[in-house]
């Protein structure tokens, strides 16, 4: 960490979503460690899905013009390949290489040797090449492209473009170990008694992230609690 006096990730919450007046048309749903209801928006899913590309699951490229940031690839480009006309990582290509991978649906691919270990579990979603295919739509989704699974993958993942009921988070796993991370990123839900200010009892739901970074053990940031009354 460069600065470990900062925060590297951070996240505000609106405690009125789903009140009169602010976003009520979208149903949100709050459950932890089971499945959202058909029909709902899982926050839980949506959090990680967020957190994801905050442990940097997202390129700094500049996917119009396929400049570099400063002029240096990140860790996440350097996993960026291109399957055409012949396998090319983004580090090998220019910018305007790049900008036209970032739109070249079907054959941006990622390169890391942890994801290929469990790309056989995907029954679509891979490359003839047996890479993983990322998500490169021919017009350029800005906050989208490039920086997400593609949305043709199945199962369903976590850090695809659209999220999905049902999603895993298998190879968003092992993509983080490509990227350096020494461990997965895992997640731990328990849930203690606790009393209201009216005696009422309900349930505290703490959501932990565990993520291992080599040099330190074990690194935990709570998430968010929830409440449910009983």
């Known amino acids: 960490d460069l600065d470990n006096t900062k925060a590297d990730i951070s996240a505000n919450f609106n405690q009125d979503i789903g009140k009169p007046g602010c976003l009520v048309g979208l149903p949100w749903s709050y459950v932890i460690g089971v499945p959202a209801p058909a029909g709902t928006i899982s926050f ?9 590309h905050g442990l940097g699951f997202f390129t700094l490229v500049n996917k119009t013009t396929g400049a570099l ?7 996440y480009t350097r996993f960026l390949l291109d399957e055409t006309p012949t396998p090319t990582l983004w580090t090998a290509l220019n910018n305007a290489g ?5 739109i070249d649906d079907g054959n941006l691919t990622w390169a890391g040797a942890s994801v290929a ?7 679509a979603g891979r490359h ?3 890479r993983v295919r990322l998500y490169a739509p021919t017009v350029l ?5 490039v920086s997400h699974w593609d ?9 695809d473009p659209s999220l999905q009921t049902n999603n895993r988070n298998r190879l968003s796993n092992h993509l983080m170990l490509d990227l350096g991370w020494k461990g997965m990123v895992a997640l ?15 349930t505290r739901y703490r959501a932990r992230f565990y993520v291992l970074d080599g040099l330190t053990g074990a690194g935990t940031f709570d998430v968010f609690e929830a409440y449910s009354d009983e």
């Not at 839980?44 to 994801?52: A, F, P, S």
């Not at 270990?117 to 029954?123: D, F, G, I, Q």
């Not at 989704?141 to 492209?145: A, C, E, N, Q």
Request: hydrophobic fraction near 35%; proline fraction near 3%; charge should be negative.
């Open 44 to 52: 839980y899913d949506t959090v990680t899905h967020e957190i994801g």
């Open 128 to 130: 003839a090449s047996g």
């Open 151 to 159: 949305a043709t993958l199945t199962p369903k993942e976590i850090m």
């Open 69 to 75: 940031a400063g002029g240096l690839p990140d860790a």
């Open 98 to 102: 790049r900008a036209a991978s970032a």
């Open 141 to 145: 989704v800005s906050g989208s492209s």
């Open 117 to 123: 270990s469990v790309a056989s579990l995907l029954s």
């Open 188 to 202: 731990a839900v328990t849930n203690t008694s606790h009393v209201q200010d009216n005696n009422a009892s309900d």
